[in-house]
C-alpha cells in the first residue's frame, strides 16, 4: 500500500514512471484485500475490524423493514427463513407500542438460531449481521411471510438486503488519467490510514491477550545452586530410603568416561 502511494504520487508529480507500475500495484493490493479473510483466519471484517475469537461479520440492512414501519400500524407477526422452505421459521411478534429496544431484542432472539444478530445503528436503524462465510447463503435465502400488513402478499417471499459497503474498494480504483489517479490517491491515502489503525489495534488485541497469557501461568521460584547443593547434602547425609533416593538420582547417568572428561577440564 505504501509502494502504491509513492508510485501514484510519483506519476503525478512528475508525468513519469515504469509504464504499467501503478497498474500492477493496485491488481497486487486487491488481490491481497480479496484474500482478507483467509489470510487473517476470518478475524478481520471488511470495516478492518479485528473480532478474534468471533468470526468476521458482514452488517446489511433489510429492505422495507424500517424502524418506522415496525413501530406504526397493527399487530402482525413476521417468520423468517434462512436457507431454503425446509429450514425452521423464526417468528418476531410485532406489537404496538413497542419501543426500538424491545424490537431490536425481538429481532435479535428469533434470528439468532439462525446465525443473525441484530442490533440498533446509530440512526435508528435495524442493522442485522452474520459471519462473512454464511452471507452468500443468508443473501440468497433469507425470505419472510406476514400477515398482509407490511409483507401484503401474506406467502414466504424472498427479501432483498443491502450489505455495509468494505471500508477499503480497490474495484473503485483507476488510473486512465490524471482525474482517476488523483481520486485513487486520495483513496489509498484513506485506506492506509485506515490499515494503520486496524494494525495498531490488532496489536493491541495480541498485547493484552499475551498478558492475560502470562498472568494465568504459575509463578515459577528461581532456586540457587547452592540451595539444591545443601538440600543434596542434608539428605545424603541422612541414613535411609532419602539419603539412597538423593545419592542414586544424582548418579543416574555419570559413567567413568564423563568424570575422566570432567576432571580433565581443570
Do not use: C
Not at 135 to 150: F, H, K, P, Q
Amino acid at each position: 500500500m505504501q509502494a502504491l502511494k509513492s508510485e501514484l504520487a510519483a506519476k503525478l508529480a512528475a508525468r513519469q514512471g515504469r509504464e504499467g507500475q501503478v497498474e500492477a500495484r493496485v491488481r497486487q493490493f486487491s488481490n491481497t484485500w480479496r484474500q482478507r479473510a483467509s489470510a487473517s483466519a476470518g478475524s478481520l471484517d471488511a470495516q478492518l475490524g479485528y473480532t478474534s475469537p468471533q468470526s468476521a461479520q458482514q452488517q446489511f440492512s433489510i429492505r422495507g423493514l424500517t424502524m418506522a414501519s415496525l413501530q406504526e400500524g397493527p399487530q402482525e407477526v413476521l417468520a423468517f427463513s434462512v436457507g431454503g422452505a425446509n429450514q425452521a421459521l423464526r417468528s418476531v411478534n410485532i406489537e404496538p407500542g413497542l419501543s426500538e429496544s424491545e424490537i431490536v431484542s425481538r429481532f435479535d432472539r428469533a434470528l439468532m438460531p439462525s446465525g443473525i444478530g441484530v442490533k440498533l445503528g446509530e440512526n435508528g436503524e435495524l442493522v442485522f449481521s452474520t459471519s462473512e462465510a454464511a452471507w452468500a447463503n443468508v443473501r440468497d435465502s433469507l425470505s419472510v411471510r406476514g400477515n398482509g400488513i407490511r409483507y401484503p402478499t401474506g406467502q414466504m417471499s424472498r427479501v432483498r438486503t443491502d450489505a455495509e459497503p468494505a471500508a477499503i474498494a480497490p474495484e473503485d480504483w483507476h488510473t486512465g488519467d490524471v482525474e482517476a489517479l488523483r481520486a485513487t490517491l486520495q483513496q489509498v491515502v484513506q485506506a492506509l490510514a485506515q490499515l494503520q489503525a486496524a494494525r495498531s489495534s490488532v496489536s493491541l488485541a495480541l498485547a493484552q491477550a499475551t498478558g492475560r497469557v502470562a498472568k494465568a501461568q504459575p509463578v515459577q521460584e528461581s532456586v540457587s545452586m547452592d540451595t539444591l547443593a545443601e538440600n543434596f547434602t542434608q539428605k545424603a547425609s541422612q541414613p535411609g530410603y532419602e539419603s539412597l533416593l538423593a545419592i542414586s538420582s544424582a548418579l543416574v547417568g555419570i559413567s567413568r568416561e564423563r568424570v575422566v572428561a570432567l576432571l580433565g577440564l581443570k
